[in-house]
């Protein structure tokens, strides 16, 4: 009699254990970056802040609609490569993901951005700052931090107002995000009065810039533009430094502004000169920052860079809404992701109607040694 009773209870408790799976909601969320080439460090920085952010969700046993729910995050690589990071968005259409937390690139998020909308799934960009990304008007596209515009022309106003540059020779690495923030900081530079005194183009593959920085020389600049990244970034500082350019500024936008640089520019007295912008504050100053890299060290040591934090505040920003739908369906949700007044560990996100960041910060920085230092 005892043993049947055991028995039965054990199939009692069997039962009910398999009734709580069955109400369990999965919920897929996408995350795309490049986590090979290049820019692996990069993409596996803002994978990081993808999985930290899907680990914490699941911790707090997240209800929608009344269920209980089970984040489950599908990573993919679009090695920055814009053809790679169609097929990818494509692939994330396919598998019925509920919302994607990228891409890194304007180059990839940009021609990502039209399958999204076909497809009906939103997406939200930590790191993206091609203006041109929120020009359709597509409704499930939004971006986390300032674009271009804000970066370019801060950048301009430092070198004229603060530093009392007068000319500059600009460079880009002919990607939409390298062109975009070269454009924006070309036109407010001259419009401040200073002269551009040369234009050089490169790729995004490039690590030998002896002949366009040999070109730059012969017009004696007090700066230097470069729209682009870091891996191109740090060859072109050792260069400069090869080339006798050592007292020339060199200024970019969030494309070279990471700890990678340091490393990538070997030593260079170069780096000292290097003057960069980040969409948000910095992350001494962002709400929630200090506390979470504290954590993300833990879980990651020496992999952060740049975008992590924005990545781990778009997967929740992401499910803020679906909370607030009591709906996981991007049917149902997306169009809530327009009202959001999610507190971040970036910032208070709210967003404007054509999918831009609220008052987004901007944040200049520069390096010592082997740190990197807010300018303000």
Same mark, same amino acid.
């Given at each position: 009699?005892?043993?049947?009773?055991?028995?039965?209870?054990?199939?009692?408790?069997?039962?009910?254990? %398999?009734?709580?799976?069955?109400?369990?909601?999965?919920?897929?969320?996408?995350?795309?970056?490049?986590?090979?080439?290049?820019?692996?460090?990069?993409?596996?920085?803002?994978?990081?802040?993808? !999985?930290?952010?899907?680990?914490?969700?699941?911790?707090?046993?997240?209800?929608?609609?009344?269920?209980?729910?089970?984040?489950?995050?599908?990573?993919?690589?679009?090695?920055?490569?814009? &053809?790679? %990071?169609?097929?990818?968005? =494509?692939?994330?259409?396919?598998?019925?993901?509920?919302?994607? #937390?990228?891409?890194?690139?304007? %180059?990839t998020t940009i021609p990502a951005s039209k399958i999204y909308n076909d497809c009906g799934i939103p997406h939200i960009t930590p790191s993206a700052?091609?203006?041109?990304?929120?020009?359709?008007? +597509?409704?499930?596209?939004? !971006?986390?931090?300032?674009?271009?515009?804000?970066? *370019?022309?801060?950048?301009? +106003? +430092?070198?004229?107002?603060?530093?009392?540059?007068? !000319?500059?020779?600009?460079?880009?690495?002919?990607?939409?995000? *390298?062109?975009?923030?070269?454009?924006?900081?070309? /036109?407010?530079?001259?419009?401040? *009065?200073?002269?551009?005194?040369?234009?050089?183009?490169?790729?995004?593959?490039?690590?030998?810039?002896?002949?366009?920085?040999?070109?730059? &020389?012969?017009?004696?600049?007090?700066?230097?533009?470069?729209?682009?990244?870091?891996?191109?970034?740090?060859?072109?500082?050792?260069?400069?430094?090869?080339?006798?350019?050592?007292?020339?500024?060199?200024?970019?936008?969030?494309?070279?502004?990471?700890?990678?640089?340091?490393?990538?520019? #070997?030593?260079?007295?170069?780096?000292?000169?290097?003057?960069?912008?980040?969409?948000?504050?910095?992350?001494?100053?962002?709400?929630?920052?200090?506390?979470?890299? =504290? /954590?993300?060290?833990? &879980?990651?040591?020496?992999?952060?860079?740049?975008?992590?934090?924005?990545?781990?505040?778009?997967?929740?920003?992401?499910?803020?809404?679906?909370? /607030?739908?009591?709906?996981?369906?991007?049917?149902? +949700?997306?169009?809530?992701?327009?009202?959001?007044?999610?507190? %971040?560990?970036?910032?208070s996100v709210q967003f404007e109607s054509n999918g831009e960041l609220k008052n987004p910060a901007m944040t200049l920085y520069t390096y010592k040694?082997?740190?990197?230092?807010?300018?303000?």
């Amino acid at each position: 009699m005892q043993m049947k009773l055991k028995v039965t209870v054990l199939a009692t408790m069997a039962l009910a254990s %398999g009734i709580a799976a069955a109400q369990e909601v999965i919920v897929k969320i996408g995350h795309v970056a490049p986590v090979s080439g290049a820019q692996a460090a990069y993409g596996k920085d803002n994978e990081n802040g993808a !999985r930290m952010a899907i680990e914490d969700l699941n911790a707090a046993g997240v209800m929608i609609g009344g269920k209980k729910v089970k984040f489950q995050l599908v990573a993919e690589d679009d090695a920055a490569d814009p &053809k790679q %990071g169609a097929a990818v968005a =494509q692939k994330l259409c396919d598998a019925k993901v509920s919302g994607v #937390a990228g891409h890194l690139n304007s %180059g990839t998020t940009i021609p990502a951005s039209k399958i999204y909308n076909d497809c009906g799934i939103p997406h939200i960009t930590p790191s993206a700052t091609n203006p041109n990304l929120t020009k359709p008007g +597509y409704k499930t596209t939004w !971006r986390l931090l300032a674009n271009d515009n804000a970066l *370019g022309a801060g950048l301009a +106003y +430092y070198a004229a107002d603060t530093l009392k540059l007068k !000319r500059i020779a600009v460079i880009d690495d002919r990607t939409a995000y *390298g062109q975009g923030v070269a454009e924006v900081f070309k /036109r407010t530079a001259a419009a401040k *009065g200073i002269t551009i005194v040369d234009e050089q183009f490169t790729t995004d593959k490039s690590v030998d810039f002896m002949s366009i920085l040999t070109a730059i &020389k012969s017009k004696n600049p007090d700066g230097v533009f470069f729209g682009g990244m870091d891996p191109q970034a740090g060859p072109m500082l050792r260069q400069m430094e090869q080339l006798g350019l050592s007292n020339v500024k060199y200024f970019g936008g969030d494309g070279i502004c990471t700890m990678d640089l340091i490393k990538q520019s #070997a030593g260079a007295k170069t780096l000292d000169n290097v003057v960069c912008a980040e969409g948000g504050a910095s992350l001494e100053k962002m709400p929630g920052g200090a506390a979470w890299k =504290q /954590r993300y060290d833990a &879980k990651f040591p020496g992999q952060f860079q740049v975008y992590s934090p924005y990545v781990y505040d778009a997967v929740h920003v992401l499910v803020d809404a679906m909370k /607030r739908a009591g709906s996981s369906d991007p049917k149902v +949700y997306g169009p809530m992701i327009g009202a959001t007044n999610y507190k %971040g560990i970036t910032t208070s996100v709210q967003f404007e109607s054509n999918g831009e960041l609220k008052n987004p910060a901007m944040t200049l920085y520069t390096y010592k040694g082997d740190k990197k230092i807010a300018l303000n």
